[in-house]
């Protein structure tokens, strides 16, 4: 029995780091609720498992909020950014969609602009969370990322596809997700993607 409550257990490490990911996950919902914090909440996510993959131990609440403080105004105006292009995209869908089939060519470069725009967002605000650097120049970074290892981005978009398409095809499991979602689904999928994200990282410093 001893044995069994020794912090050394591998079962007990095993909650110990599923704990984490909870508090992880709370913490990051909580951040997220006055919207604006969304893209700096991510960034200080993928902050604490980017260390988490690289067995660093980190402090889970002490680092988010000091990456959060940290990134805060970077993060923000990224964010806004992104929330800019997203009404722009649904802007000109809603055009296009009352156009009907004539504007066919306008529909797939604006497909290909959405594809580009949202490979920029996977690694933008992980780009933020691991690399110093200029607002620009974190754009930029996620874009030539995201071309550089196109299999690894190719990959990121099925595993987020493969969500989404089950989210939309069978509501049936959406009680299942958002029950997921709230306990550890957000701090779980960004330690699988960190786990990607690490290794295109190494590459660069």
Not at 68 to 80: D, E, K, P, V, Y
């Given at each position: 029995m001893n044995r069994l409550f020794n912090m050394d257990n591998i079962v007990m490490q095993t909650l110990g780091k599923l704990f984490d990911?909870?508090?992880?996950?709370?913490?990051?919902?909580?951040?997220?609720?006055?919207?604006?914090?969304?893209?700096?909440?991510?960034?200080?996510?993928?902050?604490?498992?980017l260390k988490i993959v690289r067995k660093k131990e980190p402090y889970i609440i002490k680092g988010f909020f000091e990456a959060?403080?940290?990134?805060?105004?970077?993060?923000?105006?990224?964010?806004?950014f992104c929330l800019i292009m997203i009404c722009f995209l649904g802007y000109d869908y809603r055009i296009l969609n009352a156009q009907g089939s004539?504007?066919?060519?306008?529909?797939?470069?604006?497909?290909?602009?959405?594809?580009?725009?949202?490979?920029?967002?996977?690694?933008?605000?992980?780009?933020?969370?691991?690399?110093?650097?200029?607002?620009?120049?974190?754009?930029?970074?996620?874009?030539?990322?995201?071309?550089?290892?196109?299999?690894?981005?190719?990959?990121?978009?099925?595993?987020?596809?493969?969500?989404?398409?089950?989210?939309?095809?069978?509501?049936?499991?959406?009680?299942?997700?958002?029950l997921i979602g709230m306990f550890c689904g957000f701090s779980i999928s960004a330690l699988i993607t960190s786990l990607i994200y690490n290794h295109i990282f190494q590459n660069y410093e």
């Open positions: 990911l909870v508090v992880l996950n709370i913490v990051f919902i909580i951040s997220c609720i006055p919207v604006f914090t969304i893209g700096t909440s991510i960034s200080s996510l993928y902050t604490v498992t959060f403080r940290s990134n805060f105004r970077q993060s923000t105006i990224l964010w806004i004539d504007f066919s060519i306008l529909r797939i470069l604006l497909i290909l602009i959405t594809l580009i725009l949202c490979a920029i967002f996977l690694y933008l605000f992980p780009v933020v969370s691991h690399f110093n650097s200029p607002t620009t120049k974190a754009l930029q970074n996620a874009l030539l990322l995201s071309i550089a290892h196109l299999p690894w981005t190719l990959l990121l978009f099925l595993y987020y596809g493969t969500i989404l398409y089950i989210l939309l095809h069978f509501p049936q499991v959406l009680g299942l997700f958002t």
